[in-house]
């Protein structure tokens, strides 16, 4: 049986961890989901116009992620509310469409094909987000 002192003590232990925030490093894959893997393929086929617009889309996709990671990372790193978590559900599909150049909307899908063949080559960011995320240790 525990004395008195010992109960305040453990009390008291316990009040001080709920009060104080506890910082969590989430790893590398916690910007990915697991399950339900078609959210984002139902949202780019209801915005595009066809295959090749869809892929555009996808690559977009990419970008606005990278983006979202390292602007999480720097509100982690400046002590500001931040959420590493699965991007599903959560990404303003609104901002990644308005990525897309204007001009591509009205392209016939022959034309687009070179277009996201050039945007599979480019760098999406990705890899730099992590890469801050990881120096400001927001992710290990």
């Given at each position: 049986m525990l004395t008195i002192r010992?109960?305040?003590?453990?009390?008291?232990?316990?009040?001080s961890?709920?009060?104080?925030?506890?910082?969590t490093i989430a790893a590398e894959n916690a910007w990915h989901c697991d399950g339900a893997t078609n959210i984002d393929d139902d949202?780019?086929?209801?915005?595009?116009?066809?295959?090749?617009?869809?892929r555009v889309l996808?690559?977009?996709r990419d970008r606005w992620d990278a983006q979202h990671m390292r602007a999480q990372?720097?509100?982690?790193?400046?002590?500001?509310?931040?959420?590493i978590a699965c991007l599903n559900?959560?990404?303003?599909w609104d901002e990644i469409e308005a990525m897309?150049?204007?001009e591509f909307w009205?392209?016939?899908?022959?034309a687009v094909r070179p277009i996201y063949l050039a945007l599979q080559e480019e760098d999406s960011g990705a890899s730099a987000a992590l890469a801050y995320c990881r120096d400001v240790g927001a992710i290990e």
């Open positions: 010992k109960q305040l003590s453990a009390i008291t232990m316990a009040t961890l709920i009060a104080s925030p506890v910082i949202e780019i086929r209801a915005r595009a116009p066809n295959r090749a617009m869809m996808q690559e977009y990372c720097e509100a982690f790193a400046k002590g500001q509310p931040y959420e559900d959560r990404r303003n897309v150049p204007e009205e392209l016939p899908r022959s």
